[in-house]
């Protein structure tokens, strides 16, 4: 009888033991796991420019309107991104990702002028894009210096 009650324990805590172990599995081991996406490979959309000279990005860079850099929603910050327009093929251009947006509905990315100018002229305002993933960037912000007081 003592044999048949331990028997049971073992089989309990071995069915317990089977249920819970594929879902600890799930779990990643490091924190860097839990923030990491599936992004899109290929985008097509709407791509605009923007900004002001010497603006922080929110990477923590200041904004640069002659250099090819560009905004979007969800890319990790330091991306490298083709983007060829849609209008004209042979119009393209390769921007890394240093700010988030655009924040207005249909438009995948916000483009420095100089970018944009590479794909269409600047009165345009718009222009339709196919955005290429060349290199995921790891996400970094730059080191924002603090204020001091007045």
Known sequence: MIFFNNYAWLSRS??????????????????????????????????????????????????????FTAAHKTLPFGTVVQVVSLENPRRRVVVRINDRGPYVRGRILDLTPAAFKRLAP?????????????????????????RRGR
Not at 19 to 25: E, K, Q, R, T, V
Not at 125 to 140: A, C, D, E, F
């Open 14 to 67: 071995l069915l317990i033991t089977s249920m819970i172990l594929p879902l600890i599995s799930c779990i990643p081991l490091t924190g860097q796991g839990a923030r990491r996406r599936n992004h899109p490979k290929i985008q097509t959309g709407i791509a605009s420019y923007y900004g002001k000279k010497g603006e922080l990005t929110a990477s923590g860079e200041r904004l640069n309107p002659s250099a």
């Open 122 to 146: 600047l009165k345009q305002g718009v222009v339709r894009v196919r955005m290429k993933v060349l290199r995921l960037g790891k996400g970094r912000r730059k080191h924002r210096r603090k």
